[in-house]
């Protein structure tokens, strides 16, 4: 099956540092990915949609310059969390879908959980 | 947009039993694409389950299938012979003809031994 391995799992930073968070799809290319922040006990909000070789597409709401996106090439995404603070902690997905397969599932990331102190 | 609704925040099952997650969405596009995902304590999202819109015959995988009722709009999930690993989260997805993905609120399963 289709994986997406996402680094690190888990990170700690202090506040006002920047994160970077990787997104790699290891066995397909991916020309989208997309990102997601999950609270506790709660849903998965998408950020943005990563897409390959052009800018990122935001959500309402999601401060771009806050959560820079790159998708530098079909295989790997990164978002990175500048100049991050205490309620930017949260847990981040990454996920990807494999346009070889039909229906075209999302495939996710392990996720990475950011603890800003 | 699309509309994905799990009206169940929480289902318990006995270790063994059969138990049905329910899911409805809101749509007026026909092509379409239904997933269940599983999310466990370790927090990765897997793949349960997957249906096309345009597909009558209810998908089922192992110990997994779902009732879709189209023209209600209702996608639910049974997990029969229930295990302890099925403890998790469960989303119910709906996946567009434009690509977009819409996640339900989730369903906590608990699986008593």
């Known amino acids: 099956g289709a994986v997406v391995s996402q680094h690190p799992s888990r990170v700690i930073c202090k506040s006002g540092t920047s994160v970077k968070i990787e997104c790699r799809s290891l066995?397909?290319?991916?020309?989208?990915m997309f990102w997601y922040r999950q609270f506790p006990k709660q849903s998965l909000m998408l950020m943005a949609t990563s897409n390959e070789g052009s800018k990122a597409t935001y959500e309402q709401g999601v401060e771009k310059d806050k959560f820079l996106i790159n998708h530098a090439s079909l295989t790997l995404s990164t978002l990175t969390v500048t100049s991050a603070h205490p309620e930017d902690s949260s847990f981040y997905i990454c996920?990807?879908?494999?346009?070889?397969?039909?229906?075209?599932?999302?495939?996710f990331g392990e996720g990475s959980r950011l603890t800003v102190l | 947009a699309q509309t994905v609704t799990q009206s169940q925040p929480e289902m318990s099952v006995q270790e063994a039993e059969t138990v049905t997650l329910s899911c409805t969405y809101d749509t007026s596009e026909s092509d379409y694409y239904l997933f269940w995902y599983k999310q466990p304590p370790s927090r990765q999202m897997i793949l349960v389950i997957r249906?096309?819109?345009?597909?009558?015959q209810n998908a089922t995988e192992n110990r997994f299938s779902v009732n879709f009722q189209k023209a209600a709009k209702s996608f639910s999930l049974k997990i029969s012979d229930s295990q302890l690993g099925d403890a998790a989260m469960y989303f119910c997805?709906?996946?567009?003809?434009?690509?977009?993905?819409?996640f339900g609120t989730g369903t906590s399963l608990t699986v008593i031994p």
């Open positions: 996920s990807a879908r494999d346009q070889g397969r039909a229906v075209g599932e999302l495939f």
């Open positions: 997805a709906y996946r567009s003809a434009g690509n977009q993905f819409y």
């Open positions: 066995d397909f290319q991916a020309t989208t």
């Open positions: 249906q096309e819109a345009y597909k009558q």
